[in-house]
């Protein structure tokens, strides 16, 4: 797998949003210490009805993203194999990879958008420190 199935479960859940909706779940993922694992799974799935993706799924596929996350998932882990694999094969193809904004990034371009109203220095060095960062 090359991306975290939190990324895949975390960007498909976006599109089911408006961007009203997406920018408020956002800001609530930018508040967490952590942004992958447990916490923000939690997170997730306290802020998003996934039940979205077995009643009224925009692609047939994303029936196996509800699975996953029900039947997948364990308090023990959160494995990279099973349906999220078969999901990023299927419906995540490299047309898609390249468009796909990873979590952190999106955070990262939220918390830069943040300090517009701050101190000028402070933002213009954070700005370029978030501007190497998304090179990366």
Request: net charge positive; with cysteine; proline share 5%.
């Amino acid at each position: 797998m090359n991306l975290s199935p939190l990324e895949i479960i975390f960007n498909q859940m976006c599109k089911y949003l408006n961007k009203d909706e997406e920018e408020k779940f956002i800001k609530k993922l930018s508040k967490l210490k952590w942004r992958d694992g447990r916490p923000f799974l939690k997170t997730l799935l306290k802020n998003f009805d996934i039940e979205v993706f077995k009643d009224s799924p925009l692609i047939p596929e994303d029936i196996w993203l509800y699975n996953y996350i029900k039947y997948e998932i364990t308090s023990k882990s959160i494995p990279y194999s099973g349906l999220i694999a078969l999901y990023e094969r299927k419906v995540i193809d490299k047309k898609t990879k390249n468009n796909f904004t990873p979590v952190h990034k999106r955070l990262m371009k939220l918390e830069a958008a943040k300090l517009i109203s701050k101190d000028p220095e402070y933002q213009k060095k954070l700005l370029e420190k978030n501007k190497n960062r998304l090179k990366e």
